[in-house]
């Protein structure tokens, strides 16, 4: 029986079995043959180990570049936030002060109100820039 078929078979049976054993070989063979040409298709399409870890640094290099511009800015934003607190509190202070002048007073009273202007324009800042770093992750 060769490929489905029945046909008669020229020899005795040590013949017969050496002929089964040799088609096996061939299509063992065959199918080895197969699975390598498969495997090295496989990888000649998919990038190397070593190159899908070089794209993963350039990349994360490139979010980090981005991001460095951000990040200063948001530290500058933070330290004049802590320093705007601190003319806060000191104006407030001046304000309640005793013996301070209707003008003193009013002169006070606009500086505290710059800086809370000052002091919400810059925490709207700083969330804006948050909510860019986070875009970037």
Do not use: C, H, N
């Amino acid at each position: 029986m060769a490929g489905g078929g029945v046909k008669p078979f020229d020899g005795d049976l040590d013949d017969y079995q050496r002929w089964l054993l040799e088609q096996s070989r061939e299509a063992a063979k065959a199918a080895a043959r197969e699975a390598a040409a498969a495997r090295e298709a496989a990888t000649a399409d998919k990038p190397s180990q070593r190159e899908e870890r070089k794209a993963t640094a350039a990349q994360r290099q490139k979010l980090a570049g981005q991001a460095k511009p951000l990040k200063a800015e948001q530290k500058k934003v933070e330290q004049r936030l802590a320093a705007a607190g601190i003319e806060r509190e000191t104006a407030l202070a001046a304000l309640s002060a005793p013996g301070l002048s209707p003008q003193a007073r009013a002169e006070q009273g606009r500086q505290l109100k710059a800086l809370d202007d000052e002091i919400e324009a810059l925490e709207l800042r700083w969330l804006e820039l948050g909510e860019q770093l986070e875009a970037l992750s």
